[in-house]
């Protein structure tokens, strides 16, 4: 009976330390969960969809276009916002009903293949021009998403991590779930391809 006890304690013990110096930190410092509220998402992501996001991947890693990220909301850093990164720091986005052409740092223009939206927002018109920290920032249900095109663009400092697991829904679960390959082509030097910045 001692040594069952003994046992026992070890055991206690080494849940505790492991806790204490493995989990703990993990969730601290490298990853979190987060919960989607909304649908700005859909259909990559869904209302109440349990996400896990890396916290640590941009440390050694710029954020990448294409990316799902979870960030600070800018005007009220209280509320974190999950969306994809279009546009990286020095670029120009250009949005001309509901096509996005990018116009890289080095003069390259580019219009993006974006499989995953399936609600386009064929009204929205607008050219950015991002700062040497600062990112584009899209919801994937254009129509219904307040995202860089109403509020500007995303500051470096203020995006937490990339999402890098869905837990929940069990159905949906997997690996980068938001990953996306872009297929992109030249644009041609043309009327068509220009964007009016708006008020």
Do not use: C, E, Q
């Given at each position: 009976m001692k040594d069952t006890g003994k046992g026992l304690l070890k055991d206690l013990f080494t849940l505790a330390f492991l806790i204490i110096v493995v989990v703990i930190p993990v969730r601290l410092f490298i990853v979190s969960p987060f919960v989607v509220d909304g649908e700005s998402m859909y259909p990559t992501f869904e209302n109440l969809d349990y996400l896990i996001v890396d916290e640590f991947v941009y440390d050694l890693t710029a954020p990448a276009r294409g990316d799902v990220i979870v960030f600070r909301y800018p005007p009220d850093p209280s509320i974190f916002y999950i969306k994809r990164i279009i546009g990286l720091p020095g670029e120009t986005v250009s949005i001309n009903q509901g096509k996005v052409t990018i116009t890289t740092v080095t003069g390259e223009k580019l219009t993006l293949d974006e499989p995953y939206v399936v609600n386009k927002?064929?009204?929205?018109?607008?050219?950015?021009?991002?700062?040497p920290e600062e990112y584009f920032v899209m919801g994937d249900n254009r129509p219904n998403s307040s995202d860089s095109r109403?509020?500007?663009?995303?500051?470096?400092r203020d995006i937490?991590?990339?999402?890098d697991l869905r837990l929940l829904p069990v159905s949906r679960m997997g690996f980068l779930p938001g990953e996306a390959?872009?297929?992109?082509?030249?644009v041609q030097n043309n009327a068509n391809t220009t964007a009016v910045t708006t008020p």
């Open positions: 927002d064929a009204t929205y018109t607008k050219s950015v021009t991002l700062g109403f509020w500007g663009p995303v500051p470096r937490i991590g990339r999402v390959n872009y297929s992109s082509s030249p």
